[in-house]
């Protein structure tokens, strides 16, 4: 694995004296350690991650790249922080996020630091352009996402809960290798299926219903991201031709999946195909979203993106339709951009008649 902290050092350029990072995920991605409170990088130097007592020996025994350092308890971390950063005089720093209340806080301890700067930019150019070994991890995660979503087709029956279903894959996703799911697992059944985001509760099952299945299993902290849209029984013919619409939609935005694609183009790809059988607005959402080691981050594949897509790029191929008091369908996989072509990294098992 490359030091990405040294990555980002030289990105700072002239710019800044520094960077600091507090968002949980940003602190993982550079350390391998998750569960400090920050972590500063100057842009020469040791980085220091700052650490409360809880976790302070599992900082010492896995983060990676850094030097640890104890909050006391009763001490604040972005107070300790900062004295740090006074003492070496770094005058121009960049950080990944903070809250209001934080940024005011960490800014009234700073008295020589001139410029204090959101970039999360910064760290989201490495996270984006995914390692080999991340995507092997991801590639992972997909296999055994593809794992749960046959134990959905194997377990929908009418008379069946939709967190009995959740259960199983969950179950299922575990016990082949998964960590943990990234995201409340979904089987949103009958009219809950018209909700793009339905849940998994008490609904059982019925004849003729759509199931959103929309699940995702964890590698090493790396995810995946599936959905798929199961009928118990027979599908009806308007079941059926919805189908069609949304498969077809999803297949043309995979092909547009290309290195030098605006996001917003692979969006609209989808979205015109849906859109020219009367059904735009039945098509709340962006097309997809970059997958990694959180489930949602960049780049984003909706309308307004300003992204574009480049080679190791992992995102999500989502589209769908949405008819209250009818149901909804939802075709959705975990893409890998390439030089060349794309690929699915979850595959197969589509609308399936139960
Ligand atoms: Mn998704």
Redo the contacts with the bound molecule.
């Keep these: 694995m490359r030091n990405r902290i040294k990555t980002l050092q030289k990105s700072l350029g002239e710019s800044f004296d520094g960077y600091l990072v507090t968002g949980d995920t940003n602190m993982l991605y550079f350390t391998d350690f998750q569960g400090a409170t920050t972590l500063l990088i100057p842009k020469d130097g040791e980085s220091i991650l700052y650490v409360y007592g809880v976790n302070y020996e599992g900082a010492r025994a896995f983060a990676n790249n850094c030097r640890v350092e104890l909050v006391e308890r009763g001490k604040d971390a972005l107070k300790k922080t900062a004295k740090e950063v006074e003492r070496q005089k770094l005058k121009k720093l960049a950080f990944d996020t903070m809250t209001f209340q934080a940024h005011q806080k960490f800014k009234k301890a700073l008295k020589k630091t001139a410029k204090l700067e959101a970039k999360s930019e910064f760290v989201w150019r490495l996270r984006r352009a995914k390692e080999a070994g991340e995507i092997k991890n991801i590639r992972e995660a997909a296999r055994l996402t593809v794992e749960g979503m046959k134990t959905a087709n194997e377990t929908i029956r009418p008379g069946l809960r939709e967190r009995e279903i959740g259960a199983e894959i969950e179950y299922t996703m575990r016990k082949l290798g998964s960590y943990g799911v990234p995201f409340d697992t979904i089987v949103s059944s009958g009219p809950h299926s018209a909700f793009p985001h339905g849940g998994c509760g008490e609904r059982k099952l019925q004849n003729g219903e759509l199931v959103i299945v929309?699940i995702g299993a964890t590698y090493k902290n790396y995810r995946a991201?599936m959905?798929r849209t199961f009928i118990v029984g027979r599908a009806s013919t308007r079941q059926e031709r919805l189908f069609s619409i949304v498969e077809k939609a999803q297949d043309a935005a995979f092909r547009k999946m290309l290195r030098g694609t605006k996001a917003s183009k692979v969006d609209a790809t989808a979205r015109d195909i849906i859109e020219k059988e009367g059904y735009g607005k039945s098509f709340p959402h962006g097309l997809?979203?970059g997958?990694g080691l959180e489930?949602?981050e960049k780049p984003v594949l909706n309308p307004t993106s300003k992204d574009v897509l480049e080679a190791g790029d992992v995102v999500?191929d989502?589209p769908g339709i949405y008819i209250v008091d009818f149901g909804g369908i939802r075709i959705?996989d975990t893409v890998l951009v390439k030089k060349d072509n794309p690929e699915r990294l979850t595959t197969g098992l589509c609308f399936l008649e139960k």
């Design positions: 929309d991201d959905s997809g979203h997958v489930v949602h999500t989502e959705e």
